[in-house]
């Protein structure tokens, strides 16, 4: 699907508020050890909100966000490699635009994986070992991944566009 196709789709789906349960869509591998499950996705304004889920051996690399995040422990914990604090159960952690950092679920428990919820303001840069941008997330991306993860298992798309 293109972005206008996928733009179409979400106008399609549009009808103001709703609800839904999260286990009604699908988790969309991301990287080894990392699965995201989108909540709400708009491409037109840039802006996704998704349940994350990391393994212990999983691992968000080095990345820069270009808008703000929101985020809402669920349960384990994690910690970003180039800050000393961990976030637990509970903790609510904000990101200004242009943070950068390093996901990990390595906190020296024994916690095994964690589920976060992000609301993310903008598209993120990952960043390879000599500065340069090596790909970025964008909500069009993260729309289009799981639309294909859909059609390739037989979901519907849930309606979650916006």
């Known amino acids: 699907m293109d972005a206008d196709q996928l733009i179409a789709l979400g106008r399609e789906q549009a009808a103001g508020d709703w609800r839904m349960h999260p286990d009604e869509i699908p988790w969309i591998p991301q990287a080894d050890g990392v699965w ?90 990952f960043i390879g070992p000599d500065g340069e941008v090596t790909a970025v997330e964008s909500a069009e991306v993260k729309l289009r991944r799981y639309v294909e993860y859909c059609a390739a298992h037989g979901i519907a798309v849930a309606p979650i566009i916006t």
């Open 36 to 125: 995201f499950r989108p909540l709400r996705i708009s491409p037109e304004l840039g802006t996704w909100t998704n349940l994350l889920r990391v393994t212990r051996k999983g691992r968000v690399s080095l990345h820069r966000h270009l808008g703000p995040v929101e985020a809402w422990v669920l349960t384990g914990q994690w910690r970003y490699e180039e800050h000393d604090w961990i976030a637990r159960p509970g903790d609510y952690v904000y990101e200004p635009a242009g943070d950068v950092h390093t996901l990990t679920t390595d906190t020296g428990d024994d916690s095994g994986e964690m589920i976060t919820l992000f609301s993310i303001g903008g598209p993120y840069e």
